[in-house]
């Protein structure tokens, strides 16, 4: 059973080894990522692959819609992982256009359990809805969302209380908020970096 994947795994192993013999090696004594992305699930997004980072190098949590709801345990694991033990510098939140999570929850359609994890991204919607009912394209209208997406999560990282406390402490961390396009490659900087308190205070 998907013996091409195991295949797959050997050459790349034996690709990494050819060019760093001690790199597994390496990895095996630590792990000290200075970045925690938060991404989306969608296999179109690979986090190492789109910043070309090796393994070791990035941690990495993904879900539909690459949110950051306060009430996910699963999330706050990880959020205080990077934060408290790796102690990371950076905290991104990307997005990426044409997701299809952020698409499904305002397409009025029913899917299940999945409308109540996309919920925060219908709250969003409304809030913002003069904005973007302002936007005649549909494609364009749901990219502004994908963006408005990850200015809230953005916010919502840099509420909580495991970054309050790092930034209380002097500790250096920012959270940054990114879209990645499907169509280039390219990630866009939303220019929502948040370093510190007043940072969070002034986001709109």
Request: charged share 25%; net charge negative; with cysteine.
């Amino acid at each position: 059973m998907l013996e091409h994947l195991k295949a797959n795994n050997r050459a790349w192993a034996e690709r990494m080894l050819s060019a760093d013999g001690g790199f597994f090696k390496r990895l095996e004594g630590q792990q000290a990522p200075e970045y925690l992305w938060i991404g989306c699930s969608d296999s179109r997004v690979p986090a190492n692959e789109i910043v070309d980072l090796d393994p070791g190098e990035l941690f990495v949590h993904r879900n539909v819609a690459n949110l950051a709801p306060p009430q996910d345990a699963n999330y706050l694991s990880v959020l205080q992982f990077a934060v408290d033990v790796l102690r990371v510098k950076h905290v991104m939140v990307v997005g990426h256009y044409g997701c299809g999570g952020v698409a499904a929850a305002v397409d009025g359609q029913r899917r299940g359990l999945v409308d109540h994890w996309l919920h925060p991204i219908r709250e969003v919607h409304h809030q913002h809805r003069h904005e973007l009912d302002a936007i005649p394209e549909e494609r364009a209208r749901l990219d502004r969302l994908c963006e408005l997406n990850v200015i809230r999560q953005v916010r919502n990282v840099a509420s909580d209380v495991f970054v309050q406390d790092a930034w209380a402490r002097g500790q250096d961390i920012c959270v940054h908020g990114w879209v990645y396009s499907l169509s280039n490659g390219l990630v866009t900087d939303l220019d929502v970096t948040i370093g510190g308190p007043d940072d969070l205070a002034s986001l709109d």
